[in-house]
DNA sequence: GTTTGTGAAACGATTCACAGCT
DNA sequence: AGCTGTGAATCGTTTCACAAAC
């Protein structure tokens, strides 16, 4: 097969969620212009994208709505439920916990786990919150661990993760995680993005008052 | 003047996180070879990164670790303190309040917004939740804007963010927004990265070859 | 000896442009 | 006519490789 960049995966991503969004709103012919448009790329790109899975339009009218919906739900794998654990009842823990968005995508938590005891034996939302030591054995039958754990105890949590054989991590926790080859692996980082955007605010600074535009010395 | 690809930025975000940690542990001196093994990428690439800033290593011997930490504060803009406001103080919301990491970092969430009379004038993390109404005067003097309300309010938000003259804006919500050029735009996007995450699995299944990958993870 | 800084090469992703369907 | 699907061209990023510095 083909290789597919994580970046097309993502952007399949924002066309379904758009697609499902205008199917909703009766719409039912769409051309990859206007897909574009609305998703902020350009119309080659939605081409390209598409063309590394089948061809799916109908040339000098476009894409149904419905058939596309359904062939992106195909390819990203969303036509069955995934079960979700969440490891780690904090703060990050609890609003995941309350985004009924996951569930509405085919994402199910099924599991939670802390490693403090206090919290260990609390429902939250429906679920009971287990030990952290019972990970190895209650992890079985999980197709996703969400990480949000402090990141001085997330390598950790990892490693006992993927020995229990889930193959796929979200993570929170700002660190960089050893895995082996066949564990896919996804961070979300907030405070990267932050430093983003403070990058961007003293360059765009810098730049009207064109501090770096003196031409660099001639170099050894 | 010169052109910083956001991946080197996000880059050094990464290294800088390290190089403070070391530096707690006491740890001097750093060659690109160690400081690229610890995040995940290569000694060319880190090298390559800090070369659009400036020379900061000794030849033969590598990098000062407290002085390529104060390097990078200064290029990323971290050697002062942001103003952030919190609009939308839902679950995400009280997530970021209680993530004290933020603080940490130099981002001071100084306001929150709402929509929900119900939640205005309740005190929360020591700030009082302000009227919705009252964004356009009351962002005077924010840096960021961090939008954590639904997808369906998050332009009208973002617009009236604009109007205010805030320049960052870190967005929460799943959808793509409009904002003139100056201004720069981050989002988080959990349900995507899922979606990402729910491709590998059942692409690892259908036994098709791995994704093209950014710093992969593994290593030995 | 070691390690940096950097042009040049290699690689990967995006955009172009047009033939081929509807 | 309009729009897709795709090879070719372009653009940007990463890796290579080595001279210069320590």
Redesign the pocket.
């Known amino acids: 097969m083909k290789?597919v960049?994580e970046?097309?995966i993502a952007r399949l991503s924002v066309y379904l969620r758009l697609l499902t969004e205008l199917a909703a709103a009766g719409v039912t012919t769409l051309?990859?212009?206007e897909l574009a448009r609305r998703c902020g790329?350009?119309?080659?790109?939605v081409?390209?994208d598409?063309?590394f899975f089948g061809?799916?339009?109908?040339?000098?009218?476009?894409?149904s709505v419905p058939e596309l919906t359904e062939a992106l739900r195909g390819i990203l794998g969303l036509e069955r439920r995934w079960r979700v654990a969440l490891i780690g009842a904090g703060k990050i823990g609890a609003a995941l916990m309350a985004y009924q968005d996951f569930r509405r995508q085919g994402f199910d938590i099924v599991a939670v786990f802390d490693a403090d005891p206090a919290r260990v034996g609390t429902e939250w939302q429906g679920l009971v919150i287990q030990r952290d030591a019972d990970l190895e054995t209650s992890l079985q039958g999980i197709d996703i661990a969400i990480v949000a754990v402090p990141a001085s105890a997330a390598q950790g949590v990892v490693n006992r993760v993927v020995a229990a054989d889930v193959r796929a991590i979200l993570n929170f926790a700002p660190t960089k995680l050893d895995v082996p080859e066949h564990v896919a692996v996804k961070t979300v980082n907030m405070a990267l993005e932050l430093e983003g955007l403070s990058y961007a605010l003293v360059n765009e600074a810098r730049g009207a008052r064109r501090v770096t535009s003196r031409p660099a010395a001639s170099?050894?």
Request: proline residues 0%; positive net charge.
């Open positions: 290789k960049s970046s097309t051309a990859s212009g790329t350009s119309a080659a790109q081409r390209k598409l063309s061809t799916f339009g109908k040339r000098g009218l476009g894409y170099r050894g």
